[in-house]
């Protein structure tokens, strides 16, 4: 079992949705969960940074992280084309621990 | 801005041969990595550098090498390409936290696409 499972996708929505996307993990010691988001031929960039549970919000997209169901989501608000990219998830316990990534989820935003 | 800058953007090259991936970044960090991203497996960590002359194995080191010389550079070396290192390499910095804590966030590198035939 990989310890961060997400959903791969692609997912297709038309512009204005909103956007759920999701990963659950397995080890209880993560307590930092970051959202990245690539687009096509570039590197990942980092978008939503949250420490242990609870939600977090910036502009049009929230963080939430449920650490009793080790489960994390960014949601995205009034999606737009400029959005279609691909979102890793990302988690670690902290220190001179390294991250572990989802695989990504791919999202494409029609006009 | 931090920038993250890596030699080739594509990389075509032949089993046997020795490759070079070089990673240059402008923001004095400390923590460089080096990742490996492939369709439905993600990123991959394959080594990381706390500091110049020091290297640590990440998840899947076999098969290569590292080098940092100098703060700014951080080399992956491919002493031996083949076919099944094919793939999309990454290279990413980020700075410490008060000296004791690595910052999770990581600067990434646009990527090079490495075939080998």
């Known amino acids: 079992q990989k310890e961060v499972e997400q959903d791969p996708g692609p997912l297709s929505v038309p512009e204005g949705a909103i956007v759920s996307l999701n990963c659950t993990y397995s080890n209880s010691a993560f307590q930092y969960f970051m959202w990245y988001r690539q687009y096509s031929r570039k590197g990942p960039e980092l978008l939503m940074y949250t420490y242990s549970s609870g939600n977090k919000e910036d502009g049009r997209f929230t963080a939430q992280v449920d650490k009793s169901s080790k489960y994390i989501s960014l949601f995205i608000r009034d999606s737009q084309p400029s959005d279609s990219a691909t979102y890793l998830c990302?988690?670690?316990?902290?220190?001179?621990?390294?991250?572990?990534f989802g695989t990504g989820t791919k999202l494409q935003v029609i006009p | 801005d931090v920038k993250v800058t890596q030699s080739s953007r594509y990389l075509v090259k032949r089993t046997g041969e020795k490759v070079f991936l070089e990673c240059v970044q402008d923001?004095?960090?400390?923590?460089m990595f080096w990742y490996r991203q492939d369709p439905g497996l993600g990123l991959r960590l394959i080594y990381f550098s706390y500091d110049v002359k020091m290297k640590e194995k990440g998840d899947i080191p076999e098969g290569y090498s590292v080098s940092r010389e100098k703060k700014e550079r951080f080399s992956l070396i491919l002493e031996s390409a083949s076919t099944n290192q094919t793939s999309m390499y990454l290279c990413a910095s980020s700075l410490y936290l008060d000296g004791l804590t690595i910052s999770n966030e990581q600067f990434f590198g646009p990527g090079t696409r490495l075939t080998v035939l």
């Open positions: 923001m004095d960090h400390e923590n």
């Open positions: 990302a988690m670690n316990s902290g220190g001179y621990q390294k991250v572990t």
